[in-house]
């Protein structure tokens, strides 16, 4: 069964961000089976909290466990630091 992540964020350094965590992640979750289904910015909050003018990504996988085989390896770790002190970033998994 398909699963997703549902990620919001607030970006508080583009530059650093699109130049150094943005093609990390999307190498490294590509080569673990995910597909990007969404990659927005501007986002407005219609209700309840999230980051006003922040942005969105889904990312689809195969399933939950690939979803946190990614999730949880040592490459996501190192990549995960690279958005340290330059976003705000909320995660869900959602599976379908």
Known sequence: MPAWFVITTKVHDRE???????????????????????RGRQGRILEGEGYEGGGAVIMEWPDAEMAMTFWNSPEYADVKKLREGIADVSVMLVEG
Do not use: N
């Not at 093609?23 to 995910?34: K, N």
């Open 16 to 38: 650093a961000f699109t130049r150094l965590y943005s093609p990390a992640v999307a190498e490294l979750a590509q080569r673990h089976g995910a597909r990007y289904l969404l």
